[in-house]
């Protein structure tokens, strides 16, 4: 199927790190994404990796990637408050078209 | 400038009726996607085009139809609305890569 699985919540306080998992299901999929999506607003892309890579970082955000496991995480350094928000993997599926399959999406709720 | 820009943002409508949400992107993208987000967050792929062809149409009720005009407008029209059509309806375009921009959404209350 295309279920694509992330844990719903997770709570931390401020200046701790943040790891929000997905367990994805296309191996084939040739970029993993992760978008953030703030309250009453659309989906913004933070990051995304190739899939031919382990890791990537970028400022606080690091990408760990399992292809043999088909898991993807995003930590967060040093989270804020303003860094609450839901929480999205998706992958693309090999269609020739872009075609996103998003996760169930990690609402993250960062306490001061 | 809004980059995609959605309207309306909130349409409260009775069950039975005829609805439209427009979707204009100002980005030059040639793929434009339509998304629905239900209360629980999930979100699924609805229709894409590409080029105002249609590349992307996943089981969704026919009561369901997009239009587009040219390649900067995705139109969504619903017809004969039920209660669990419900939803945050989210428009979004790329220009045939991963990264979608996505408009702020239309909240659709069905009563």
């Known amino acids: ?112 | 400038d809004t980059a995609v820009s959605q309207t309306p943002k909130y349409l409260v409508t009775q069950m039975g009726n005829d609805k439209s949400i427009k979707c204009e992107q100002n980005l030059g993208h040639d793929t434009m996607y339509w998304y629905k987000q239900d209360s629980k967050k999930f979100l699924k792929i609805m229709f894409s085009y590409n080029n105002k062809e249609l590349i992307i149409n996943e089981t969704v009720p026919n009561r369901f139809s997009p239009k587009s005009p040219d390649k900067a407008h995705l139109n969504l029209h619903i017809n004969s609305l039920e209660l669990g059509d419900s939803a945050v309806y989210f428009c979004a375009s790329s220009p045939n890569t991963g990264e979608l921009f996505f408009g702020e959404g239309s909240r659709l209350t069905v009563l």
Request: hydrophobic share 35%; glycine share 8%.
């Open chain 1, 1 to 112: 199927g295309e279920d694509v699985e992330q844990s719903l919540f997770l709570s931390v306080r401020e200046g701790d790190s943040s790891v929000i998992n997905c367990t994805y299901t296309d191996s084939s999929s040739t970029y993993l994404y992760w978008y953030k999506q703030e309250p009453g607003a659309g989906l913004q892309l933070l990051t995304y990796i190739f899939s031919n890579m382990d890791m990537k970082q970028d400022q606080r955000l690091t990408v760990l990637l399992n292809k043999k496991d088909k898991h993807l995480s995003l930590r967060i350094a040093d989270t804020q408050t303003g860094d609450s928000a839901i929480y999205f993997c998706a992958e693309s599926m090999n269609t020739g078209f872009q075609k996103l399959v998003f996760g169930t999406g990690t609402r993250l709720l960062v306490s001061p």
